[in-house]
């Protein structure tokens, strides 16, 4: 058990960044898809690379938001702007 959880600190650096790195490019992909493609939320998952299967979406209309998360370990969130399209919110540790 103590070498897991040396193995878990060992790697949790790699693990939030590459978590970190999915949830944003799948906010910015299915927002951009969302509400500068027009498509619904479901049809955007088409857009993801392979092995993104672990990322959630949800929307926020009102905002024109999406956000993605990584369960348990990263979420972000990316809005519309008129003339800017799909920008990230800044990250957050």
Same mark, same amino acid.
């Given at each position: 058990?103590?070498?897991?959880?040396?193995?878990?600190?060992?790697?949790?650096?790699?693990?939030?960044?590459?978590?970190?790195?999915?949830?944003?490019?799948?906010?910015?992909?299915?927002?951009?898809?969302?509400?500068? %493609?027009?498509? @619904?939320?479901?049809?955007?998952?088409?857009?993801?690379? @392979?092995?993104?299967?672990?990322?959630?979406?949800?929307?926020?209309?009102?905002?024109?938001?999406?956000?993605?998360?990584?369960?348990?370990?990263?979420?972000?969130?990316?809005?519309?702007?008129? %003339?800017? %399209?799909?920008?990230?919110?800044?990250?957050?540790?």
């Amino acid at each position: 058990m103590l070498l897991l959880a040396g193995a878990g600190v060992f790697l949790w650096p790699q693990v939030h960044g590459y978590a970190q790195t999915g949830a944003s490019y799948g906010a910015r992909v299915a927002c951009s898809c969302r509400f500068v %493609g027009g498509r @619904p939320l479901g049809d955007c998952r088409k857009d993801f690379e @392979p092995g993104m299967d672990l990322i959630t979406l949800s929307e926020d209309t009102a905002a024109r938001s999406v956000t993605a998360r990584f369960p348990l370990v990263a979420r972000q969130t990316a809005a519309y702007r008129e %003339g800017w %399209g799909c920008v990230l919110q800044p990250w957050s540790d």
